[in-house]
C-alpha cells in the first residue's frame, strides 16, 4: 500500500472505532478528503486507494486541479468561504457546498445550476460559537434559512456544516449544540426531504464529532500530512 492509502485505512479505523463508541453503525458517517494546498496527483491517488469525496477551499485552485483530473469520478466538495461572484464556478463545478451561510447565495447557486446536472447539494455553515471573524450564520437564523433554502430548484438542502472555535469555550461541547440545531429542524413541519448530513470534525476531533452526530468528517492534514505554508 501507498502511504497515502495506509493513512486512510487509519482514518477509516478511527471513524469505525468512534462509530462504536457511539453506537452507531460505522457506514453512517462518510469521509471527506481536504485536498486544500495538495497536488492533483496527490488526490489521484488517494482515488486509486478508494477516495471518492474530496474538499476544497479555494475556487480557482480546485477548478485548476479537477481540469487535469476529468477522468475520475470524483465527488468535490467545497467548505471555503464563498464570495458572492464565485458562485457561478461553484454551480458548474461542484457536487457539494459546505459553506452557505445567506439566502443570496443559496439563491445564485440555484439560478446558476444547469438543470442537466443533479441537483447541487448545500450545508448551512452556522457560526456555532458566534465568532466575530468567522463566516457561516448564528443558530438563531437556521430556521429562516432552512425554510427559504428548501424551496429553491436545482439545489438539496442536506444540512449543516460546523467549525468550532480554536478555544474552546466553557459549558456545552460545540458539536452537541451543532447536533440540537440539526435536530431541531427534524421537529419542523415541513422537514426538507434530504436533511440528513451534519458535516463536522477534522483531523484532531472526529472522534469529538461523531460523539455528537457527524455524519461527514472533513479530514486533511492526518490524511495528506501538513500542508505547506500559504
Ligand atoms: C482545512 C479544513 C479542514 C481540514 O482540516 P485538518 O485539520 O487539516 O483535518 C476541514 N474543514 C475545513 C472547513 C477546512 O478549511
Redesign the pocket.
Known sequence: MTDLAVSRQQILKRIENACTESRRPANTVRLLA?S?QQEAGQIRALYAAGQIAF?E?YVQEALAKQAVLTDLAIEWHF??QIQRNKTRDLAAHFDWVHSVDRLLIAERLSAQRSGELKPLNLCIEVNIDGEDTKGGCLPEAVPGLVESMSRLPNVRLRGLMV?PAKTSSDGPDPFQRAQAVFEQVRSYHRVPEDWDTLSMG???DLEQAIAAGATMV?????LFGA?SAK
Request: overall charge positive; aromatic content about 0%.
Open positions: 481536504v486544500k474538499g477551499n467548505i471555503g467549525i477534522m483531523s484532531a472533513r479530514v486533511g492534514t492526518a500542508r
